[in-house]
Antibody, heavy 125, light 107 residues
Framework: EVHLVESGGGLVQPGGSLRLSCVAS????????MNWVRQAPGKGLEWLSY????????YYADSVKGRFTISRDNAANSLYLQMNSLRGEDTAVYYC??????????????????WGQGTLVTVSS | DIQMTQSPSSVSASVGDRVTITCRAS??????LAWYQQKPGKAPKLLIY???SFQSGVPSRFSGSGSGTDFALTISSLQPEDFATYYC?????????FGQGTKLEIK
């Protein structure tokens, strides 16, 4: 069974930094593009960032561009989100999510499945 | 950016009712539209992708339809486990965007 597990969340002061991790099991992460999505308390879902299977193509939402950096270590089956210059409005649950399609198998194109359980980031003084 | 607008924002319904949630994109997105279900405290789960294709294990009472800019998720006969929040999402162009969500509540 495919699982994604995020970690690294916590309480951080405004202007601070955190690095989130997402470890995959039951799949070879290097086969898949990955995404980060967040959800502020009581709010909807906000897509943040995409990284291709090789890491060669990356996209960001304007809200985090220049402050957040997505990366991956395929050997460690892991995805990361480095978050700098954190603000109160970055307070949210952060999810990693897989794009199920690959270069050789157009499985559920454009969809996100599975998602991790989420990790809570709280930015407050 | 492509804006995704869902309606209604919330709906109250009873077990056995038929419910339709709509999602409108600010520009054409071909068939790059997915629907997710989220229950309180849980991660979203994929229900439908490419407008009308079912994720494995999704009950047949769920269906997706639409094209271009206007899409819909229909639940033909509500079951107790269907009360949740539903989101549409476009993956036609980056930045990917979600609708604001529709909360389905028990009447």
């Amino acid at each position: 069974e495919v699982h994604l597990v995020e970690s690294g969340g916590g309480l951080v002061q405004p202007g601070g930094s955190l690095r989130l991790s997402c470890v995959a099991s039951g799949l070879t992460l290097s086969d898949y593009a990955m995404n980060w999505v967040r959800q502020a308390p009581g709010k909807g879902l906000e897509w943040l960032s995409y990284i291709s299977s090789s890491g060669g193509t990356i996209y960001y939402a304007d809200s985090v561009k220049g402050r957040f950096t997505i990366s991956r270590d395929n050997a460690a089956n892991s995805l990361y989100l480095q978050m700098n210059s954190l603000r109160g409005e970055d307070t949210a649950v952060y999810y990693c999510a897989r794009d199920p399609s690959t270069t050789t198998n157009l499985d559920r194109p454009g969809a996100f499945d599975p998602w991790g359980q989420g990790t809570l980031v709280t930015v407050s003084s | 950016d492509i804006q995704m607008t869902q309606s209604p924002s919330s709906v109250s319904a009873s077990v056995g009712d038929r419910v339709t949630i709509t999602c409108r994109a600010s520009q054409g997105i071909d068939t790059w539209l997915a629907w997710y279900q989220q229950k309180p405290g849980k991660a979203p789960k994929l229900l439908i992708y490419t407008v009308s294709s079912f994720q494995s294990g999704v009950p047949s009472r769920f269906s997706g339809s639409g094209s271009g800019t206007d899409f819909a998720l229909t639940i033909s006969s509500l079951q107790p486990e269907d009360f949740a929040t539903y989101y549409c999402q476009q993956s036609y162009r980056f930045p990917y965007t979600f609708g604001q969500g529709t909360k389905l509540e028990i009447k």
